[in-house]
């Protein structure tokens, strides 16, 4: 059994204080507690300071170019569908760069586990802003403030008929890693949006910010009626909720393609003698 | 049928608009001719759009190889009034126009045109008017003398599940159209030779295909882009039979993404586009370059900036794809001149890029992609199938796995994720041997020397020196690459009676085979006169070959007008160099 130990990666190049080192602890505890090992799953991620993330931990790592996690994610999980495919993104990364990539993910409901670290701020090119910035926020890039509006990542999702559609905060701990273990569990795709204070450039959304405005989604709330889910994901304000938001049974876009139903691509074995023979029946329809 | 041992050599041309079935009959056709045991090439010409407009589709066969379309028609089937206005200046002296008055609403009193009710008899054969294009293949296989056994059997393997009536009435069709053009057609007098066996009749984008299917190729991501499309069309034909997923991406970024993520996983994959899509590929390009992730890329050529002309063809992305993406790096481009090379070539990039774990682009252009060419058969003992990726039991026996290892060739062992408790870590970013980012100095240099300069010589010597087609010591030589490998033939093949000429087509482009490998760059020297054939304007093959061996050509001959190099216009082109 893996314990944390095992968890333990590259020194992080996160700021002291960043929402991303309790993002982490929440993943690693989560994983251990699933009685995943390291090696049975592989994180996706693309550029960002969420997207160093697996480098500190210890998994199979594919980081790759800004915005572009969730198509490596699709092509590994295509080929491989019995591992475990996280990918991590920011919110620059996922919602703007990546936005069309989302969509689409989202439309295929392929098993892939996205973790949005949003901290609705660039980080690393220092303070510009993010999809998922507020309107009027003022940064050095928006000496006027934010003119175009908010995206909503969970309305989008909601939307979309995403599979799985959550939203956490950094903040609370136990909470996140719940939420964590959910997501991984849930068949199809799954977006969990992070709600993570960035301490150095976002000095509007900060921990007391959030702290004030972030409650539980009550228990009664029924997170399988869509309409009531569009509702639920457009409060945004003085009450931000967190939880699971939207979630349904639509089938995992792996289970539909016929060709990987008995194993995965990559457990299928190629030899010449088997394509040489292949080959020369399919040459036979050219005569 | 009566066979005389002359040398037979026809060309047929289907015109008229978009969605009358020009495709049909033309298909069919070449279909009937290459498995009567004949030599064939077609090709094919169309505006973008999907209804109306001019089209057409040149057929020509012959009893020995042919590489190229000829101008001269000896047959013309016209569907609209274009294709008699465009075409009746290339009707050779013996050739015949067939057409039906009541489509092109005109009567052509010219011993030289017949007119063939297609539609008159198509509805009394029991169909409907889309019948026409039955009658005027069942006419043309008339008008030849041809058996139209084969003819019938395409038709009953075609149509065998919409039900008896129809395939009657499709029968009756063909053979109606046959009596009718071999009772009035007076002025045919086309002589045969006898055929030989059977021949497959292929075209570019089914042999790369069909070199993905034989590479073991399990993945393939793209976006449609004109005239990538039939590559993707091909192998998701081909998806459930060899057990290959292909996904349509959403975009071309998606693509190679998707692609590069398959192959991390541990499976063969590839993706296709046109310049404007590989455009959009290039940070993919770079990005597979730096994880040292195999990929293969088929560039379908067509004529840009932009847009350009989408079902037009050019060679312009020659430069382009070698120096396409951020950063140094290897790669390697090879480019087809015809279906067979086309097969093989991509099983040499799935090879090379498994090999040295870099990316492989293979060009193609509209040209290659709508035209089709007959083989006797394909020699399966050339291919190649290794599996680079470190497996199970190897892997295991590794104390420590690091998946971009420092070696002497610059290759590190590659794992499959999952297959061990061994870890598999890449990074966009500069990285250690294990994967994780760095930034000093030291590290970088050999993670670049590992990358680049180590492999970039080890591929060089893979490559093969280019193909001499004609005269051994030649005083004239054009040089080509990649499409014009046919049109170039031929034109070595009109002129040689006459001149010392030979072709030197290219289809291994870069790392350009070494100079030390065969004889090329002796045998330029030594010729008078070498020009250097391109369907561009920017003469990008003379100049990689000037920047590889500091050999300058003597003359150019570029078209860049969207429209295929013809034998005729080629020669006439060298003539003017040679006098």
Known sequence: MATLDDYKGQMPAWCPGCGNYAIQKAFKEAFVEMGIEPYQFTIVSGIGQASKFPHYIRCHTFNGLHGRTLPVATGLKLSNHEMLVVAIAGDGDCYGEGGNHLIHAIRRNISIKLFVHDNQIYGLTKGQASPTSMEGMVTKNQPFGVLSGQLNPMALAVALDCSFVARGYAGDHEHLKTLIKEAIEHKGFSLVDILQPCVTFNTVNTYAWYSERVYHIESSYDPTNRVEAFQKALEWGMRIPIGIIYKNNRTPFEEKIPVIQAKPLVKQTITMETLKKSIEQTLKEYY | ?579
């Open chain 2, 1 to 579: 049928m009566s066979f005389q041992e002359v040398s037979l050599d026809y060309s047929i041309r289907v015109g008229g608009e978009a969605g009358q079935g020009i495709q049909t009959i033309g298909d069919t056709l070449s279909k009937v001719f290459s498995r009567t045991g004949y030599y064939v090439f077609t090709h094919q010409d169309y505006m973008s759009r999907v209804r109306g407009g001019h089209n057409f589709y040149q057929i020509r066969f012959a009893d020995k190889p042919i590489s190229a379309s000829r101008e001269s028609i000896d047959i013309l089937v016209a569907l609209d009034k274009e294709s008699v206005r465009l075409y009746e200046k290339f009707m050779s002296p013996s050739g015949v126009v067939i057409y039906d008055r009541s489509l092109l609403k005109e009567e052509f009193n010219n011993p030289r045109f017949l007119h063939i009710p297609f539609i008159d008899i198509a509805l009394q054969s029991g169909g409907n008017k889309i019948m026409a294009n039955v009658v005027a293949t069942g006419a043309v296989l008339g008008m030849l003398g041809i058996s139209i056994q084969i003819f019938l059997d395409i038709v009953k393997d075609t149509l065998k599940k919409k039900g008896e009536n129809i395939l009657n009435a499709n029968i009756k069709a063909a053979l109606s159209g046959r009596d009718y053009a071999a009772t009035h057609c007076l002025q045919c007098a086309f002589i045969l030779s006898s055929p030989d066996k059977p021949k497959m009749l292929m075209g570019v984008n089914e042999a790369i295909g069909l070199g993905a299917l034989a590479s073991g190729c399990k993945f393939y991501a793209a976006y449609p882009m004109t005239p990538s499309t039939g590559i993707m069309l091909y192998i998701a034909s081909k998806a459930q039979e060899y057990g290959i997923v292909v996904e349509q991406a959403e975009d071309e970024i998606a693509a190679i993404n998707m692609a590069l993520g398959a192959s991390f996983a541990g499976v063969r994959s590839m993706t296709g586009t046109s310049g404007g899509g590989f455009a959009l590929m290039v940070e993919g390009l770079s990005l597979a370059a730096m994880t040292e992730t195999p990929v293969v890329i088929a560039l379908a050529q067509r004529p840009g900036p932009a847009t350009g002309l989408p079902t037009r063809t050019e060679q312009g992305e020659l430069l382009f794809a070698l120096h396409a993406g951020h950063g140094e790096f290897p790669r390697v481009m090879f480019a087809p001149g015809n279906p067979e090379q086309a097969f093989f070539l991509t099983n040499k990039a799935f090879h090379l890029s498994q090999k040295y774990q870099i990316p492989a682009i293979i060009f193609t252009d509209q040209y290659l992609a709508d035209s089709q060419w007959t083989f006797n058969e394909f020699d399966l003992n050339r291919l190649v199938y290794k599996d680079y990726r470190i497996h199970t039991e190897e892997l295991e026996s590794y104390s420590v796995y690091k998946r971009h290892a420092f070696t002497e060739s610059g290759v590190s062992p590659f794992a499959i994720p999952g297959e061990s408790s061994h870890l598999v870590v890449t990074d966009s970013d500069e990285h250690d041997e294990e994967g994780h980012i760095i930034e000093d100095g030291a590290t970088r240099i050999k993670m670049v020397d590992k990358r680049l300069l180590k492999k970039l010589p080890r591929i060089a010597e893979e490559m093969a020196p280019p193909v001499l087609y004609g005269a051994t010591e030649p005083d004239i030589i054009i040089v080509g690459w990649g499409s014009t490998y046919g049109p170039m033939k031929e034109a070595v093949d009109t002129i040689a009676p006459k001149q010392s000429i030979a072709m030197m087509h290219f289809s291994e482009l870069y790392p350009f085979p070494p100079v030390h490998n065969g004889q090329y760059h002796t045998i330029l020297k030594k010729a008078r006169l070498t020009l250097c054939v391109e369907n561009n304007a920017g003469r990008q093959f003379a100049r990689l070959l000037k920047a590889e061996t500091g050999y300058e050509c003597t003359g150019y001959i570029n078209r860049y007008d969207g429209r295929p190099f013809t034998v005729e216009s080629l020669v006439e082109e060298i003539n003017g160099y040679t006098g």
